[in-house]
């Protein structure tokens, strides 16, 4: 059956409209994010006169209304965001050398507040992906990928192209701006397309049919219970898929210095960074949920899946033990050469992807149909738990090499 619904609307998605909105929304709810993370030399800039500040620790956090409706959800968060950006994008050219601590308070406070929407955002887009198709989950997937890709191809652009912080910072942050009204611009029309009516029709028909047969009037939101029991160790291969990942990324992976950085070149000084930690990763990321449209392997209840996950553990000694700098602590590097962080990033983002996608696809075709937009939701509260963990437990793995947080 469920092979046969795939049939059925890609037939009907002809022109893979629903993919590509699916997949620009899937950019707009990382990307935000992403440009955050990648606008080191901004924030240091910003923070010249705090070196604290500009090297802390960003905030995650988990938020799920799952009583509000989808379209409350979705367009909420976006235009929450999008104001967040463009106070941040008016505040690039103002000085605030006289109020940094203001400032640093303020831009916490921002990433906090686009970091909940943005959870808000993707875990309400994961949900409505997840009730029929597969191939909608992927496009989200992807979509992720690619805002992480764009950004930091975004950032190496302006680090060619413009020698001014301030101005360099100006344009990457409108270029957010204009991705987050067209995921805006996305979700409306997808809400106008025949297709995406008909899925919420038969979506209707289903939830009928369940309070029909012992649901119950009052059961308006699903039950954990049998989620929770059907798709456990999916969610927790999730999770822990991504608390490896950004335990080291990017606050163990960019502080990796090339071991040639005393020549001065353009690659070991400005390039080296932006392309080895967040360009190689978040491309190899693409590309490993690029993979899950054509592989799909281990399945969804094979015992691989969990011990491939397990595996990725080894990811964060590799990358500690490679040319961090400065190294107050542990002082021993084992990969002294420019090679290694970029075998192991693009190894990091490839299995991230992979892995990570896996169950997101996985994880509503194990429960019945009328629970699957609601196990998306699950799926993607276990991913943002993941992210939140790692994020606490980078300052650890960061401690254990040196004293500079």
Not at 184 to 189: A, K, P
Request: aromatic share 14%; charged share 10%; hydrophobic share 50%.
């Amino acid at each position: 059956l469920q092979n046969e619904d795939n049939l059925t609307e890609k037939q009907k998605d002809s022109y893979n409209l629903v993919y590509v909105l699916f997949f620009l929304m899937g950019i707009g709810s990382l990307l935000p994010w992403n440009f955050f993370i990648t606008a080191k030399d901004y924030w240091i800039y910003k923070l010249s006169n705090s070196s604290s500040y500009s090297k802390e620790g960003e905030p995650t956090l988990c938020l799920s209304f799952s009583r509000l409706s989808p379209k409350l959800r979705v367009l909420s968060s976006l235009w929450v965001i999008f104001l967040v950006f463009v106070v941040t994008t008016v505040l690039v050219k103002v000085d605030v050398s006289n109020c940094q601590t203001e400032f640093f308070v303020g831009t916490l406070v921002s990433v906090a507040v686009v970091s909940g929407a943005s959870n808000i955002f993707s875990g309400s887009m994961f949900g409505l992906s997840a009730y029929k198709l597969r191939f909608r989950v992927t496009a989200l997937a992807l979509g992720q990928a690619m805002g992480g890709t764009l950004s930091s191809l975004a950032s190496i652009v302006n680090l060619a192209a413009v020698q001014d912080v301030t101005t360099s910072a100006l344009f990457y942050f409108l270029t957010a701006d204009v991705f987050i009204l067209l995921c805006i611009f996305s979700y409306l029309l997808l809400k106008f397309l025949c297709l995406f009516s008909c899925n919420h029709f038969i979506k209707i028909i289903s939830c009928f049919r369940f309070l029909k047969n012992g649901g119950g009037a009052a059961n308006v939101v699903p039950p954990l219970q049998p989620i929770i029991k059907k798709a456990w160790v999916l969610g927790l291969s999730v999770f822990y898929v991504f608390f490896i990942s950004i335990s080291v990324f990017p606050a163990v992976s960019s502080g990796i210095q090339s071991v040639n950085v005393d020549s001065g070149s353009p690659w070991t000084t400005t390039y080296f960074v932006p392309i080895t930690s967040f360009f190689l990763y978040n491309f190899a990321d693409f590309c490993g949920r690029q993979a899950t449209m054509w592989v799909q392997v281990p399945g969804p209840t094979s015992r691989f899946l969990p011990a491939l996950v397990l595996c990725r553990s080894v990811m964060v000694p590799l990358l500690m033990f490679c040319n961090f700098q400065p190294r107050d602590h542990l002082h021993t590097v084992l990969f002294a050469r420019d090679v290694y962080p970029v075998v192991f990033n693009c190894l990091l983002g490839l299995s991230n992807g992979y892995l990570g996608t896996l169950p997101m696809i996985y994880g509503p075709k194990v429960v019945p149909r009328e629970l699957a937009e609601a196990t998306g939701v699950v799926m993607s509260f276990f991913l943002t738990l993941g992210l939140a963990v790692g994020s606490k437990v980078h300052l650890v793995f960061r401690g254990v090499i040196t004293a500079s947080m």
